[in-house]
Every structure is written in C-alpha cells, then in structure tokens.
C-alpha cells in the first residue's frame, strides 16, 4: 500500500507544473528588491563594512545629562547621517563605486542563492514564493538587509525533492560569491602599518576557511588590518550566510539535508545538538573573544528547533550520487563556517 501511494505521489508531481507568480506578484517582490538594494548600498557606505567612518562626530556625551540629551538627538543624527552618506553616493564617483560595488555583490549571492531553491522547486512542481527579500535600516542591520528566504506551499513529493531543493540554494550561493571573493582578493590592500594588533577600527571579521586558502594562494595574510574592500566584504557576509543556512536544524538548508539522507529522529537530535553546541560556542566566544554574534546564532537555533519538518509524500532512500553530494554539501559547510565570526576588540 504504501509504495503504491509513494508512486502514485511520483507520478502527480512529476506532471503537474508549479504555480506560476502572476504579474502583481512580480511587482511585489520586485518592489521588495529595490528597497533592500537602497538599503544595502547606504548601508555598506558605513560602519562596519563601509569607508564613511566618521559619522556621529556630533555625539560626544561626556557626563550623563548629556548622554540624555544625545539619547534624544539621536533619530535626528541617524537620519542626518543616512543623508549624508545618500549625498556622498550621488555626488563622490569613489563612494558611488564603493557602495554598487558591496550591494550588486551581495545581492547577487543572495539571489542566487534564493533562486537555486526556487528553481529546484520548479523543476520538482513544487509550489514556492518568489524570494522575499527583507530591507534593514543601515547601521540596525549592519549591511542592509537580513538577507531572503522563499516560502514552500506545497507538500515535498519526496527525500530526493527536499534533498535536491535544500541543497541547491547554500550550492548556488557559494559558486556565486566564488568571483565575488576572487575580486576581492585581487583588490586586497592593507591598511597603513598594517599588523594583527592594529586591527580595521573596533570589529574584527574572523575569517572563514575558505578566505584563509585564498588568502595562502594569494599571498595574502587576512589577519593583518586591510582597508575597506567592497568584494571581500560581500563575499564574507556570503559565506556567514551560507554557514549559518546548513547547520543541521529545523527547517534551515542543512536541516533539509539531513532529513532527507538519515530521517526524522536523527534530524531532530542533530537539531538539538547543534543548538547545545551554539550555546557553548556563544558563552565561550563572548568569554574569550568578545563576540556576541553566538547568543543571536543560538536564539536562531532555538527557534529552528521548534519547527517540525514536514514529512514528504514519498520517503524512499536517497540514492549514492546524492549522498556524494551531501558530502560536497558538508565540505562547503567547513569552508564557510567560523565559530566566532564577529569579534569586538
């Protein structure tokens, strides 16, 4: 009975077609796009990715009546400072360089990243949202935006659709910042006196595995202060996303993964797993490190891990070759991961 209910969902999925966005579909989402653009470009202008510094210059509290009357001044600085760097974009030919540079990179590892899922729901008849991105206000989210996600709205057909649907986005994602991080590694400068304890301003980026290989290949030591690059920027934050995406957890795209190859209950203890690991990792990375970034990764995990995943219609095995490519999967997982990424010293 139940393989004729698992060929019989093979057979409806394989011929109905996935619901095609109508044209005030396209408007929406569209609309959601140039407001995340606008917000990325301002946003990697300034702190911490940006070369305009020296903003709330204003702002020097220096007793507590004070701090009082800057609390009150600040919507007022903020807003003058987005003005700001908006002017120095129109009418500075190097800032409006550096600003398209940061968001056009950024925004196209997360588009291809997005539409890696959707086309392979596509491909699988599975109806899918086009991706929503999500626009931050500069400075409030550091580059503008906290990134984009697709909504599935119909069952899964199969382990092999939620495999291949997971995958395909952080696999998309990573091939595309590839050139990003290339770029920004052939633009790479230090910063004058450059050396580990003259670090680029208070936040320090750790790098991942994955900028350490470029940076042996190109001679480069990405612990040294560099100035602000553009490319590297947006392939850094790339490849925290991608990482962050495939921890086996909930309804992520490792969680995808895992379910699909090993099942429901090793899914759910790898969830709980990863959850305790980012609680360890966020306690001792603010102890030894002054990294605050594992308490938002672990409040992330938390809430994955209430998330069932939906079970699909079919639930034959994986086949070798996916497992092949679930092992790739977890190879790009260990060169974008780093424990510690955000470092305030």
Not at 73 to 81: F, I, M, S
Not at 103 to 130: K, N, Q
């Amino acid at each position: 009975m139940s393989t004729d209910l698992n060929s019989a969902a093979n057979q409806f999925f394989s011929r109905r077609e996935a619901m095609r966005p109508t044209a005030l579909t396209w408007a929406k989402h569209l609309a959601l796009l140039a407001v995340t653009f606008c917000t990325v470009t301002i946003a990697g202008l300034l702190p911490p990715f940006g070369i305009i510094n020296d903003i709330f210059t204003d702002l020097n509290p220096q007793t507590w009546t004070e701090t009082f009357y800057a609390i009150l001044a600040l919507p007022g600085a903020y807003l003058g400072e987005l003005l700001r760097a908006t002017n120095l974009f129109l009418t500075d030919a190097a800032v409006f360089k550096y600003g398209l540079s940061f968001s056009l990179s950024l925004l196209f590892i997360l588009t291809s990243h997005e539409m890696g899922h959707y086309i392979a729901c596509r491909l699988y008849g599975v109806d899918a949202t086009l991706p929503f991105f999500i626009p931050t206000p500069p400075l409030i989210g550091p580059a503008g935006t906290f990134g984009a996600f697709i909504k599935i709205v119909s069952p899964l057909p199969s382990h092999r659709a939620t495999f291949d649907i997971g995958v395909a986005g952080p696999i998309a994602g990573f091939v595309a910042l590839i050139p990003v991080a290339l770029l920004g590694f052939l633009t790479y400068k230090y910063a004058p006196s450059a050396s580990p304890e003259n670090l680029s301003g208070v936040i320090h980026f750790s790098d991942p595995l994955f900028f350490k290989l470029l940076g042996g290949i190109f001679g480069i030591n990405p612990e040294l202060s560099r100035e602000s690059n553009p490319f590297y920027a947006a392939a850094w934050l790339g490849l925290l996303v991608t990482s962050l995406n495939l921890i086996p957890s909930g309804q992520l795209d490792g969680g995808h993964a895992v379910h699909a190859v090993f099942g429901e209950r090793i899914h759910r203890w790898t969830g709980r797993i990863a959850f305790v690991a980012m609680i360890v990792l966020s306690i001792s990375g603010l102890y030894f490190y002054n990294s605050p970034s594992g308490i938002l990764f672990a409040i992330l995990l938390g809430v994955m891990m209430r998330i069932r995943h939906p079970e699909p219609l079919d639930t034959t095995p994986l086949d070798f070759n996916r497992k092949i490519v679930a092992f790739l999967t977890l190879l790009i997982f260990v060169l974008c991961f780093t424990p510690f990424p955000i470092q305030i010293g």
